[in-house]
């Protein structure tokens, strides 16, 4: 690739418009000095016509593009917004300072106190436990899921962390931290979600594509770029120095006579810097010493001198401007909203976590009754066997037959038992905690909640409907604009990079003289001490006095000039923060593609999996009258315990397909309320509440129904019984 560097204007470089010729480094290495000489007189010529429209004026973060085409983003609906506003973890606003200029000025220098997290399980876990067993709810599993959550918990910081950024920026800090983003992803057990795991800057999962590659393989190597803004927090320094000198004289004519002179120095000086938003910096400096010597030609022992000096230097080119120097506010409060709809992605996430563990416990749990019931029968058919075989109306061969079916259910059985207990214990480190308390972890958890088959509203819309709806409300294509807005922060600083550095400087400063007449003061044409009373005594008031009355001035005003003569490290960043943009304009367009097929796709499962459980229904039913006919021709003697064993697999697998098709059509009827981002308004969720950890109000869950009423599964293994001896068949 060859970037065209010679332009008609540098509006035309700016913006990619206008007739340009490619340099080669042929012709790069033979430009002489006069020709780069005359081609900085041009730019400085020209500086007034080359800065960008609206410059040095604030604008809103990310309002404006850098340029043109830059501006115009894929045409796509806006997402809705995320206000940080209601979104407070803690009395204390970390975007705030302790106290402004006349607030505590000791708090300023004390740490902040940040309260240990809670270690404990909520209230409202022991109140579901009765008789030693949880009787869990999908509600109260939300519920308890944003309340103990260790995922959401530790995203829950992110939003403090955030506001501390926003701290730092308005500042004035060269550089923020950046805010957190992406998904915590702790909590055993769930789907794989549909949502992406990217974020902002500082995210907890990255992409791959070699070095500085960052979220979804995106290039971010040039945040921050430009000068560096004026720090608005004022600096004051002092210095207290107490001297004591004795020097040796080698030339006694120049110190009267004297081999040595003794002086006492005392110094205090002090300095104040403010940076101003406009790029001007304001700095005073005010000196103060006060000596005493024995040297004879000084005629004030002790001296007072005092100096002071202000001086105001404002950017005019490179770093002018009040938005070029709250940049980095922008930036940081686009990470703040950034870190809000990274949050509700987390709460999206985990809450459809949470679901898919509880419909899998739902699924496990009726995979254990039906289990019992498949034992239940294998021995009933094992019994009557037996009584054939003793009446010497069965073969041997039938019993060890029916043996083998209870053995193998037997095991079935046992499987389902530990897929279960397994399942609890996802289910309880999902909602809790803390998980030490024996009788806790002991405690079996009972779903009373199962899915029905209504249909959503969704169902009935128009795929192209849900897509808009997506595209509305997904927190990653929120993140993805305002990323871009951040990249076009970091252009328009890049850009203002590139321009030679000049400085408008005015100072005003005077310098006071005083003190007492020194007692070894020499007349040096008389050789004698000056009377006392010949200079007259000035004090510290007067000097203080004089420095502002305008008896010995210094002031002026000036210009710095600083022109690099190639500027090579400028125009890269410049380049390479506009690639980065280009390339995040891919990324978003692409995250529209990738929800649009999300969406497709969630809902083609959907329909899949309702056809699926009624065709598993219609299956079962089918399975359960083939049982029953079997049983009464073997009664009859009309079938053989084969075909009754073969009958009771097939209502087997009957169950468990039908349990499976449930337990998907769940799942997938929260993945798509995940791939809408819609899950928060279905289950009415409070975001303010999950970023406060206490749910006021329990989640309302549409689409759910309670548990038929009958015997708990048990979870003790089957007990192997001893069959007695198969008995002799009666002699011929």
């Known amino acids: ?36 000489l005359r081609a900085i007189a041009a730019v400085l010529l020209t500086l007034a016509s080359t800065m960008p429209a609206g410059y040095g004026q604030q604008e809103s973060a990310g309002a404006k593009g850098p340029d043109k085409a830059a501006s115009q983003l894929p045409a796509a609906p806006t997402p809705e917004p995320t206000s940080p506003t209601p979104l407070r973890t803690s ?150 120095q107490w001297e004591r000198a004795t020097q040796p004289q080698v030339n006694t004519l120049f110190s009267g006579g004297l081999k040595a002179l003794t002086t006492n120095t005392n110094q205090y000086n002090f300095t104040f810097n403010q940076g101003i938003v406009t790029g001007a910096n304001l700095q005073v400096g005010f000196q103060n010493q006060r000596i005493t010597t024995d040297n004879p030609f000084d005629t004030y022992s002790p001296q007072l001198n005092s100096i002071f000096k202000a001086t105001v230097t404002q950017h005019l080119l490179q770093g002018a401007g009040i938005w070029m120097n709250k940049r980095f506010i922008y930036q940081a409060l686009n990470d703040r909203r950034i870190t809000d709809s990274s949050f509700r992605q987390q709460i999206l996430y985990t809450v459809d976590q949470v679901e898919t563990i509880y419909w899998g416990l739902v ?33 041997p061969l039938d019993v060890v037959n029916a043996e083998s079916g209870v053995a193998s259910d037997e095991q079935g059985l046992i499987s389902a038992q530990s897929a279960l207990n397994w399942q609890q214990q996802i289910m309880k480190q999902a909602i809790t905690r803390n998980l030490n308390d024996p009788a806790l972890s002991a405690a079996a958890v009972i779903p009373t909640d199962r899915v029905s088959l209504d249909p959503l509203p969704e169902e009935g819309q128009p795929v192209e409907a849900l897509v808009q709806e997506a595209f509305q409300k997904r927190p990653e294509l929120e993140q993805a604009v305002l990323a871009l807005r951040n990249d076009e922060i970091t252009l328009k600083g890049a850009r203002n990079g590139l321009l030679p550095t000049l400085d408008l400087y005015g100072f005003y400063g005077s310098s006071a003289l005083g003190g007492a007449q020194s007692p070894h003061a020499l007349d040096f044409f008389t050789g004698a001490n000056y009377p006392p009373g010949t200079f007259p005594t000035v004090g510290y008031g007067t000097v203080v006095q004089n420095l502002f009355n305008s008896s010995a001035p210094d002031k002026g005003v000036g210009f710095n000039l600083s022109v690099p003569l190639r500027n090579r490290e400028a125009q890269s960043e410049q380049e390479r923060s506009l690639m980065e943009y280009r390339q995040a304009e891919l990324r978003l367009e692409q995250l529209h593609t990738e929800i649009r097929m999300q969406v497709v796709n969630q809902m083609y499962a959907l329909t899949n999996d309702r056809a699926a459980v009624k065709a598993a229904q219609a299956a079962r039913d089918y399975a359960e009258q083939s049982l029953d006919a079997a049983q009464k021709k073997l009664h009859l003697g009309a079938s053989t315990t084969a075909d009754v064993l073969q009958q009771q697999r097939g209502l087997a697998t009957a169950d468990d397909n039908l349990i499976a098709a449930y337990g998907a059509y769940a799942k997938d009827r929260a993945g798509l309320y995940q791939t809408l981002a819609s899950t928060l308004q279905h289950y009415s969720i409070s975001l303010p509440d999950a970023a406060t950890g206490k749910v006021n109000a329990e989640p309302v869950i549409p689409g759910v129904v309670a548990a038929q009423p009958g015997n708990e599964p048990s979870m003790k293994p089957p007990a192997t019984q001893e069959q007695p001896p198969p008995a002799q068949p009666p002699a011929q």
């Open 363 to 395: 699924q496990d749990y009726e995979d254990v009754q039906a289990k019992e019931r498949a034992l239940d029968q294998s021995k009933q058919l094992l019994s009557d066997d037996q009584k054939q075989l003793q009446i010497g109306t069965m073969a």
């Open 1 to 36: 690739m060859v970037f065209k560097r010679t332009c008609e204007s540098d509006r035309s470089r700016e913006t990619g418009r206008g007739e340009c010729s490619e340099i080669s480094h042929g012709e790069k290495a033979r430009e002489t000095a006069s020709g780069r």
């Open 91 to 240: 009395d204390r606003y970390y975007a705030r300072p302790f106290a402004g200029w006349l607030g505590d000025p000791i708090n300023i220098f004390l740490p902040t106190s940040i309260p240990k997290a809670s270690f404990v399980n909520s209230v409202r876990l022991n109140d579901l436990v009765k008789d030693g067993k949880i009787y869990l709810s999908l509600a109260d599993a939300l519920a308890l899921a944003i309340e103990n959550n260790y995922d959401i918990a530790i995203a829950r910081y992110d939003l403090d962390i955030a506001d501390a950024d926003v701290l730092r920026a308005r500042s004035g800090a060269p550089n923020i931290l950046g805010a957190p983003s992406g998904l915590v992803q702790g909590t055993l057990g769930g789907s794989t979600s549909t949502l992406a795991t990217g974020g902002g800057p500082g995210g907890t999962t990255v992409g791959s594509g070699g070095a500085g590659s960052g979220t979804s393989g995106l290039t971010l190597s040039t945040s921050g770029a430009g000068p560096t803004p004026e720090n608005v927090d004022p600096f004051l320094s002092g210095t207290l």
